[in-house]
């Protein structure tokens, strides 16, 4: 207490706890945590609670043998695919992992599904597609032009399905003049590839048909997955026939398409690239008869104009005649100056090389030519007499330098050179022995001796 006696003030008490996160700011944290991890993830697995509520949206668990997780794809993805999912199928799914906030539910909001093997037949169509592209199968330099007005024109198809319906009604409405002939074939099953080929192989022995239509109607990948076989692949390119793939609706792809000299986005469009159409035809054809009606009248009233202006044009055959008389004495005076001129030209020049020729006679020459020679020859005995005379000095010089340096020259001024008995030559007295024969060398032949004392230079 102060002296006062006024009680001191209470103590404040600090909370030292850490922080408590709130459950949105905790399922916050965890979702951010979850989309900055996983930016885009490919599940495969079984779908199961499947469900489709009235806005549209996709609603469902994907599980294996031990573990499930919940999904979500919402209606502006789920309405670009091409299948309807069911309970119990295998898919594969792309999307992005992230948390249910409202409820703290880990889920995938999917942007896009397929079927489970939907993977490995797309890895498959790619292979091949390099491969094909690779040796220059899809190239436009190896492609075929079509005919603009086919005479005969051959379907590679089912009989019984919707494709051959199509393209039959599309040419009785254009042209049902041209003639179609059917190479019947299964178009989906494991079958479908050989027979596929073979019905290829047909149209070409029977090679009535100038263009060939392959294909079939809609359907799944793996509906179409035999006109993405390498075989008819190959078929296609080796026809001889132009061919025209016309496989699935317009958004189906397919390898016979890249292979196939023209692709057509459908069996009925390939109907109407090819065929021409009659009543276009009729139109032109009134539309040009027309204009050949027009353009003969104006012929012929052209032609009448001409003749008028022709006949008034017309002169008498006799003034020809004179003028034609006239002209040619005109070219017969001017011929017979030329002839003139050109002989007196010709004259002058047979004079001027005559008078070249007498300065060129074979007698001259062979008169000049003689006195070259004889110059020539004097010029080389000069030469030679006095190569020779240089040559010998330097044979001279070279004999006495020789001379000079030679052993027979050193013998000559009393020296002699000394072997022993082994014919080695004596160079110091300690090679020799007293009772060694030794051979001494001199000037004018050889004296034989016997060693009898020895003396070195030293004693």
């Known amino acids: 207490m102060d002296p006062f006696g006024t009680p001191p003030p209470p103590t404040s008490f600090q909370d030292t706890r850490p922080r408590a996160l709130s459950v949105s700011e905790l399922n916050h944290q965890a979702r951010h945590l979850l989309e900055s991890s996983f930016m885009q993830v490919w599940v495969e697995g079984e779908l199961s609670g499947f469900s489709r509520p009235s806005s549209g949206h996709w609603y469902f668990s994907l599980k294996d043998r031990k573990c499930q997780v919940r999904c979500a794809m919402f209606r502006g993805a789920n309405q670009r695919l091409r299948m309807t999912p069911k309970e119990g199928d295998q898919v594969r799914i792309r999307g992005k992992v992230t948390l249910y906030e409202n409820r703290g539910d880990f889920q995938i909001i999917i942007e896009h ?13 790619e ?14 330099a190896r ?12 379907v590679v198809t089912s009989p019984t399905g919707a494709a051959i319906h199509d393209i039959l009604t599309v040419l009785a409405r254009r042209c049902p003049a041209i003639p179609v002939t059917l190479y019947p074939t299964a178009v989906q099953g494991k079958a479908a590839t050989a027979d596929i080929v ?5 149209a070409s022995q029977h090679n009535v048909a100038d263009v060939l239509i392959i294909g079939r109607g809609g359907g799944s990948l793996e509906d179409l997955w035999c006109f993405n076989e390498e075989p008819v692949a190959r078929a296609i390119a080796n026809c001889p026939i132009p061919t025209v793939s016309a496989v699935g609706h317009e958004v189906d792809v397919t390898i016979a398409d890249f292979v196939a000299d023209l692709r057509a986005p459908t069996p009925s469009a390939a109907a109407e690239k090819i065929s021409p159409d009659q009543a276009t035809w009729q139109k032109q054809l009134a539309e040009r008869e027309t204009r050949l009606s027009g353009a003969l009248a104006q012929t012929l009233r052209r032609l009448e104009s001409q003749i008028g202006h022709l006949k008034a044009r017309l002169r008498d055959p006799r003034r020809e005649l004179q003028e034609k008389a006239q002209r040619m004495d005109e070219l017969e005076l001017r011929l017979a100056k ?8 010709i004259s ?8 070249r ?12 030519a003689t006195d070259n020679l004889g110059r020539l020859s004097e010029r080389l005995a000069t030469g030679m007499q006095q190569r020779l005379n240089r040559q010998r000095e330097r044979l001279e010089r070279s004999a006495q330098t020789l001379h000079v340096v030679s052993p027979l020259a050193t013998l000559g001024r009393g020296y002699a050179i000394v072997r022993d008995s082994g014919g080695h030559i004596v160079r110091t007295p300690a090679s020799l022995s007293s009772g060694d024969q030794i051979t001494a060398r001199v000037s004018e032949g050889e004296i034989s001796a016997q060693v009898t004392s020895i003396k070195s230079a030293t004693d």
């Open 357 to 368: 020729l007498s300065m060129q006679t074979p007698k001259r020459q062979i008169t000049t």
């Open 348 to 355: 002058l020049r047979q004079q001027h090389l005559a008078q």
């Open 127 to 140: 292979e091949l597609k390099r491969k094909l592209q690779t040796e220059g199968l899809f190239d436009a």
């Open 338 to 345: 030329v002839m003139t001129h050109r002989i007196e030209r």
């Open 113 to 125: 599904m397929e079927p489970a093997g939907l993977g490995a037949l797309q890895q498959a169509f």
């Open 198 to 202: 073979d019905a290829i192989h047909k």
């Open 143 to 154: 492609k075929k032009a079509l005919p603009t007005t086919p005479r005969h024109i051959g």
